[in-house]
């Protein structure tokens, strides 16, 4: 079956260094969704990328998807202390949608 | 408010009890899913019901059982509960299964 794997686990930053979270998946995806959730909140949905090559932007949040469809990355210029959370991605295809294991944010101010 | 309601917020119970977490789809949503989430662990998938019927099943123990009623709410049933079923459940809506889930603030579960 489908299985997506997000890397790293676990990311300490310092408050102004980048951050990239990545996410591959086993088969390749209709779409790919990322999710945030703050600590003690849930999942709050950020984007979906469809289109094979995709890339969007908002503000400091760059989101990929690669030219297979199988892989994505989120990646946080300059990172500020209301960046921190757990960072998602969810892999779409035929009905079935696998969430990552998340990348947990840690940025020290 | 993310419109996806979940009650109740928390809830405490003891070993070998059942209880039952209710949730309400944000308006328009005809997919509910049910999530678990142990403490620092990721989501755990466990069923998602379309209208009324269930469309898939995740690791959703035989202990666990859900529904999705005609208005639409779903509600999840643990029962036999034992000490490691504590976690949030967490509840999401969405148009349809390739669309962005929306969750709700989830149910915290705690068994004693």
């Known amino acids: 079956g489908q299985q997506v794997m997000q890397i790293p686990q676990y990311q300490h930053v310092q408050e102004g260094e980048d951050f990239t979270t990545y996410c591959n998946s086993s088969t390749t995806l209709s779409n790919i969704q990322w999710y945030k959730q703050r600590p003690g909140g849930h999942p709050v949905f950020l984007i979906q990328l469809v289109k094979s090559g995709e890339v969007k932007k908002q503000k400091r949040l760059t989101f990929q998807f690669g030219e297979a469809k199988k892989n994505s990355s989120l990646h946080i210029t300059a990172t500020q202390t209301t960046d921190v959370g757990t960072y998602f991605c969810a892999g779409y295809n035929n009905n079935d949608m696998r969430f990552g294991a998340g990348t947990r944010l840690t940025v020290k101010p | ?112």
């Open chain 2, 1 to 112: 408010d993310s419109g996806v309601t979940q009650t109740p917020k928390h809830l405490i119970t003891a070993t070998g009890q059942r209880v039952t977490l209710r949730c309400s789809p944000r308006s328009g949503d005809l997919s509910v899913y049910w999530y678990q989430q142990s403490l620092d662990q990721g989501l755990q998938f466990l069923i998602q019901y379309y209208n009324g019927e269930e469309r898939a099943k995740g690791n959703i123990l035989e202990r666990f059982s859900a529904q999705q009623f005609p208005d639409l709410h779903s509600e999840l049933n643990l029962s036999s509960l034992e000490l490691g079923d504590s976690a949030l459940y967490f509840c999401a809506s969405s148009r349809d299964s390739n669309y962005g889930y929306t969750f709700g603030s989830g149910t915290r579960l705690t068994v004693v």
